[in-house]
């Protein structure tokens, strides 16, 4: 059987070795034009910074695929015939699959008013004001890019190279969007001296994981740090004036050097399109739960182009580091014959924010998430807290059992957040057993969490 794993990241290549692992035969060719050793996509930034070299951050010893007769092939695949089960690469020629996997992830979403070539996930993408402008178009970084344009991104490691050579002490920059890219992004430039202006549409920074409380913290962290962070602050145009650019929107404008547009992600799928294999309207590939199969014979999807189930019921790809490993291990076992359900995990994730520490573990949603005012079945609740000094701890529970943790301004041990929610806790009970999550303990004090107070409803 020939197995062909369309990317080379985490996904696709726990795939391969999930396949490798129960059939020691079998054939295994990974495609992708992008690196030819899987590394850590969340590591971007500390190599950006020259904190990592990008050595550092690959995931496995190079000589892994020599070992485990992983055949690489470094290109870019540009459509898929499912009849013919074969797909065709950007230089030429085609590569017959027994089994193929679609490991591609996700790509910068574009800016509205920059539009960038022709693809589905790109062209379902849009920024919800939904701006346009009647100013030239300056151009995203697909085909017809140019090493002067000024407008960036962040995700894969060709934007990464195209950034580091673009930005230089002193220049301006504009930061367009207020989630985890963008507020890494503003960090490393502003690391780098740039004189960053952090553009948030929304009311306050990552709307998506973080509450208004919270949001104040990494705001108040990034204004100190000499960021100028501009929320309710919506783009939908722009111009190129001489080597720099002017972005306008009902705030006013603003002139700057470059513009890293930091406004999410979308499915890397714009080459599936009219194959046969099944895309939501947000271009993700159409999955089973368990990831045993799509729409078309022989053809799996993981990682972050796959549409899963989520908690609230809803159907949209998890975009996780940890989650597009297990939901590779999960296809790979199936492309090889064994049923291996994929279940999500409770997640954890752990980042600084400038110096503010940030944990999270489990489900932490927020009210106004996608327009979602219930998580899912059940009684769900929030309760939070911020310190005088700065650090804030929410607990989400449903039914009155723990189901997530957020916080800021300390570290915490998310394994034993995880132990917590999987043993269910109530709110009483982490509350009085906080101390035994802390980390550095000789460095920070003490979270002090109030008596339990008031539970606001819904989450
Ligand atoms: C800056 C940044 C920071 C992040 N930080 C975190 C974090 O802190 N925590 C977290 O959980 N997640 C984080 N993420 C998200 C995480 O990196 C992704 O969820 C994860 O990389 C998804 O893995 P994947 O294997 O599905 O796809 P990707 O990592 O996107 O890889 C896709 C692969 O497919 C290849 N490919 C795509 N199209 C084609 C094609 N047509 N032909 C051939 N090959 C193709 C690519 O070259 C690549 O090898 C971050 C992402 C970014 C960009």
């Not at 199969?293 to 019921?313: F, I, L, Q, R």
């Not at 580091?321 to 409770?346: C, K, L, N």
């Not at 917590?420 to 101390?435: D, G, H, N, P, Y």
């Amino acid at each position: 059987m020939h197995h062909v794993i369309v990317g080379n990241s985490i996904a696709g290549v726990e795939a391969a070795l999930a396949i490798r692992r129960r059939d020691a035969a079998a054939r295994i060719t990974v495609v992708s034009a992008e690196s030819d050793h899987p590394f850590s996509r969340p590591g971007l930034m500390y190599v950006f910074c020259g904190q990592l070299r990008a050595e550092d951050t690959e995931l496995y010893d190079r000589e892994l695929y020599a070992r485990l007769r992983f055949t690489r092939v470094r290109e870019r695949v540009v459509g898929v015939d499912v009849k013919g089960k074969s797909v065709r690469f950007a230089g030429g020629g085609e590569l017959a699959y027994g089994r193929l996997l679609l490991a591609v992830g996700s790509k910068a979403r574009r800016l509205p008013f920059a539009p960038a070539a022709g693809d589905a996930g790109a062209r379902g993408a849009s920024l919800a004001d939904g701006g346009s402008s009647t100013a030239s178009p300056v151009r995203g970084t697909a085909e017809g890019d140019t090493r002067a344009d000024p407008l960036h991104h962040f995700v894969t490691r060709d934007d990464a190279d195209r950034l580091d050579a673009a930005a230089r002490p002193g220049m301006s920059v504009a930061v367009v969007g207020g989630g985890l890219v963008g507020v890494e992004v503003a960090e490393i430039l502003h690391h780098r001296g740039l004189h960053v202006h952090w553009l948030v549409r929304e009311p306050w920074t990552w709307p998506v994981a973080l509450d208004r409380a919270e949001a104040a913290l990494v705001e108040s962290r990034a204004r100190a740090s000499g960021v100028d962070v501009r929320t309710g602050w919506a783009v939908s145009g722009m111009r190129k004036e001489g080597a720099g650019v002017v972005l306008t929107g009902p705030n006013g404008e603003l002139a700057v050097d470059l513009v890293v547009a930091a406004i999410g992600v979308v499915p890397n799928t714009g080459f599936l399109v009219g194959s046969g294999v099944a895309l939501a309207a947000d271009g993700a590939v159409e999955t089973r739960d368990d990831l045993s199969s799509t729409s078309a014979p022989d053809v799996y999807a993981a990682g972050d182009c796959a549409n899963v189930t989520w908690a609230d019921g809803s159907r949209r790809p998890e975009t996780l580091w940890y989650t597009a490993r297990d939901q590779g291990r999960a296809a790979g076992a199936a492309m090889a014959g064994e049923p291996v359900r994929y279940r999500r995990i409770s997640w954890t994730n752990s980042a600084k924010f400038f110096d503010l520490e940030y944990s999270t573990a489990g489900f932490v949603p927020l009210a106004e998430v996608g327009g979602r005012t219930q998580p899912g079945p059940g009684r769900w609740q929030t309760w939070s807290h911020v310190t005088p000094d700065g650090a804030s701890l929410r607990i989400v529970l449903r039914d009155g059992e723990v189901m997530g943790l957020n916080a800021l301004g300390r570290r915490w041990d998310t394994e034993v957040w995880l132990r917590w929610i999987r043993e269910k806790r109530t709110l009483r009970a982490v509350l009085v057993s906080l101390q035994e999550a802390r980390f550095d303990e000789e460095f920070t004090p003490a979270f002090v969490a109030p008596t339990i107070g008031t539970i606001e409803e819904g989450a």
